[in-house]
C-alpha cells in the first residue's frame, strides 16, 4: 500500500577533513506504516498517505539527529585518545 522502501541518500561533509562521504538509506517503512492503520477502516486513502510522509519524515530526521551524535561522540572520543595518547 504504501511503497516497498524509501531511498535517500545523505551527503556529509567532515570539518576537519573536509572529505566529503555519501550515506545511502534504503528502508522498508510499508510493515510499520500497515500495522498503524490495519485496524482502522475509515480512514481514507489520501490521509493514510499523508501519514505516511510524515512517519518518514520523522524517522528520517531523527535518525539524522542520531547519526550526527555519535559522529560527535567519535570525534571527541578519537580526539581524546589521540591526545592521551601524545
Do not use: P
Not at 511503497?3 to 572529505?19: K, R, V
Not at 490521509?47 to 539527529?65: D, H, M, R, V
Amino acid at each position: 500500500m504504501y511503497g516497498n522502501y524509501s531511498e535517500s541518500t545523505e551527503i556529509y561533509e567532515d570539518e576537519d577533513t573536509e572529505a566529503v562521504r555519501e550515506v545511502e538509506t534504503n528502508v522498508d517503512f510499508s510493515n510499520d506504516l500497515d500495522a498503524l492503520v490495519e485496524s482502522e477502516a475509515t480512514l481514507s486513502a489520501e490521509f493514510k498517505t499523508k501519514a505516511a510522509t510524515i512517519f518518514e519524515a520523522a524517522l528520517k530526521t531523527k535518525l539524522s539527529e542520531e547519526i550526527d551524535r555519535i559522529e560527535d561522540q567519535y570525534k571527541n572520543e578519537l580526539s581524546e585518545e589521540i591526545t592521551a595518547t601524545k
